[in-house]
């Protein structure tokens, strides 16, 4: 089936100036690098792995019934590791018990001899004989149940350029933005996900249009469609979720780090302590505070405002005492463009509430 992408163009445009720049330094142009390769690039990668774990080559005909495909199976799932390492395709925890697992029944099937039979003679089908892959999906589902995530994920193992895994409620979302009238969310069954890879393809060609993502591919469409929600809803999340500029250079990190931290002084500020609360306001979104910021570290070239001394940067810096700081030249006003600065951490720290002037006069005592 062909599939229009009516919105692809508004959505890449979005995603690519705002909020792809939120997590990376430059604007959205490859997969293999970057944020993208950071959220993304694992991918194949655990492919490779689980297909090792499967070894789907030393199979005979001779094994199906004997628990050899079965354990090889689940071991291409049970794939522990870091967040960069470990299977998160599908769920496969069991953190409800171990009846929630995605692969509940390929485990269970173990200890039954007619189940693990029918498992491996589907596997034979899958990883050696080539079977039509809409009757494999039909019959997964009779032995497995209605597990879209389970039927993607071994899907995708058998050819990672024609199949992918799925999340129902984050694709459907993808596909809603692009404007794609197709829902998966409660639609396990061969035409449907025949219809989520066919999105998938007419993706990943309007990708192919773009600078530096000619050469996009099956898996790579899903990872835009994945990044486009997951993404968003991390930035929207003001930075508190996993991962937040952790793809980013230290720079940026830096950049997002001082904005962050006026953002929660202002929220701070002024509420009832024993002590008096200067009040402070952000005048801008998070989003332009970050601009400004990185605004005035290009204007000062790299350098404290106040000393002149080079900025470090969060994650390689050498002396935290001179890490990049958001001041505020009137510390009586409030955050916004004109009354900011960057300056090293420890300057920040010798100002206080010295007025910008006196501050910069002494400085001056100090150097003569």
């Known amino acids: 089936m062909t599939f229009d992408v009516p919105h692809f163009e508004r959505e890449f445009e979005t995603f690519s100036g705002s909020t792809y720049r939120y997590f990376n330094d430059g604007p959205f142009t490859s997969f293999t690098s970057g944020a993208a390769d950071g959220w993304e690039g694992y991918k194949p990668k655990l492919r490779e792995r689980a297909l090792a774990e499967l070894d789907a080559g030393s199979w005979t005909e001779g094994d199906i019934g004997s628990g050899k495909m079965l ?121 449907n996900y025949a219809g989520f890879n066919d999105v998938l393809e007419a993706v990943r060609a309007r990708l192919a249009t773009k600078p530096g993502l000619s050469n996009a591919k099956h898996i790579d469409a899903h990872s835009f469609c994945w990044m486009l ?82 900025l470090q940067w969060r994650g390689e810096a050498e002396d935290s005492a001179m890490l990049a700081s958001l001041d505020r030249i009137d510390s009586e006003g409030h955050y916004c463009d004109g009354n900011l600065q960057v300056v090293c951490r420890f300057a920040n720290m010798w100002k206080g509430a010295i007025p910008d002037g006196e501050f910069r006069r002494l400085l001056d005592l100090v150097r003569s």
């Open 71 to 191: 354990d090889g199976a689940i071991a291409a799932i049970e794939i522990e590791g870091t967040d960069r390492t470990r299977n998160n395709l599908v769920s496969w925890e069991g953190r409800y018990g171990p009846g929630s697992a995605s692969h509940a029944s390929l485990v269970s099937a173990r200890t039954n001899s007619q189940r693990r039979q029918a498992f491996e003679r589907w596997l034979w089908g899958a990883f050696r004989t080539g079977s039509q892959p809409g009757e494999l999906f039909e019959r997964l589902r009779e032995l497995a149940g209605d597990c879209y995530p389970l039927a993607a994920y071994l899907f995708f193992l058998i050819d990672i350029d024609r199949f992918a895994p799925i999340a129902p409620r984050t694709f459907d979302e993808a596909f809603r933005r692009l404007g794609i009238d197709l829902r998966t969310s409660g639609h396990c069954s061969w035409a």
């Open 229 to 310: 929600v997951r993404m968003d809803e991390e930035r929207r999340a003001n930075g508190t979720g996993p991962g937040t500029v952790r793809y980013a250079s230290a720079q940026k990190k830096s950049v997002v780090e001082m904005a962050m931290n006026a953002m929660a002084a202002a929220a701070q500020s002024g509420q009832t302590t024993t002590t008096i609360r200067k009040t402070k306001q952000v005048h801008q979104t998070r989003t332009e505070l970050e601009a400004i910021i990185a605004r005035l570290i290009a204007e000062q070239d790299g350098r404290c405002a106040l000393t002149s001394l080079p």
